[in-house]
């Protein structure tokens, strides 16, 4: 009786902590901190009179619109801040901004990588008006896409993005109708199916390192969101931020 009632005097103390948890500290961080923009000044010394160091020219020298491997680069996050570091030391200290080679070559390239959204690899092929009906089943609209023939060959087993999420193509029904299974390696197994009209989805041969690529979307949304508003980019982020990537 004496253990039982020493027992139940220590259960009821630790309830007794438990209800009554100290605050969290002031001194505490209670946002993640963001990596700000170049200010103007670091933008003049970068354009250095219009001979910017090598390390904001090279390693994405080569890399251009439309190319999917370009998506590799991703994985080296400080190349690809001195990427958009040149790109805004062009628009801003350059006579009539970013309006020549390579600086327009540069920010194609910039435009490209944030058009596949947050999930970045090489591209098989996109559709910016797919439909879903929410359990799993794809419908392609473009006309000249197809799930049979659009991977090199059939696209089941592939990759697929959509806001951040990861799936891969799990059967082919046609050359417009699949469907999907979730991608549960390191993301929510409760995670959305695409659902709705105009839905735009992304079939890749091999995700790179999200983790990084979501980081490096982030810099570009805060970095650029003013280049990109106009063309909806940016809402597009915003959707993927607030709707996909945060839950994986």
Same mark, same amino acid.
């Given at each position: ?83 958009? +570091? ?42 910016? +008006? ?119």
């Amino acid at each position: 009786m004496k253990y039982l009632s020493g027992f139940l005097l220590a259960c009821s103390l630790y309830a007794a902590i438990g209800d009554n948890a100290p605050n969290v500290p002031t001194t505490w961080v209670a946002s993640h901190p963001r990596l700000g923009a170049p200010s103007n000044a670091d933008l003049v010394a970068i354009w250095n009179g219009g001979t910017l160091p090598g390390r904001y020219t090279n390693g994405w020298g080569n890399c251009t619109a439309g190319d999917s491997l370009c998506s590799n680069a991703s994985t080296v996050m400080p190349y690809f801040r001195y990427l958009m +570091a040149a790109v805004m030391a062009y628009q801003t200290q350059h006579t009539g901004g970013c309006n020549a080679a390579p600086c327009t070559t540069w920010l194609a390239s910039l435009d490209y990588m944030a058009a596949l959204g947050p999930l970045w690899g090489p591209l098989y092929f996109k559709d910016d +008006a797919a439909t879903g009906d929410g359990a799993g089943h794809i419908t392609l609209t473009t006309g000249r896409l197809s799930f049979l023939t659009g991977c090199g060959g059939s696209c089941a087993g592939v990759g697929f993005a959509y806001l951040g999420w990861r799936y891969n193509i799990d059967t082919v029904q046609d050359a417009t109708h699949a469907t999907l299974k979730r991608n549960v390696v390191g993301d929510n197994p409760n995670s959305i199916y695409p659902n709705g009209t105009g839905l735009k989805i992304r079939l890749m041969s091999n995700f790179n390192a999200p983790n990084v690529t979501v980081s490096v979307f982030a810099l570009m949304y805060d970095w650029f969101y003013s280049r990109w508003v106009s063309q909806g980019i940016a809402n597009d982020m915003a959707t993927a931020w607030t709707t996909g990537v945060p839950r994986w």
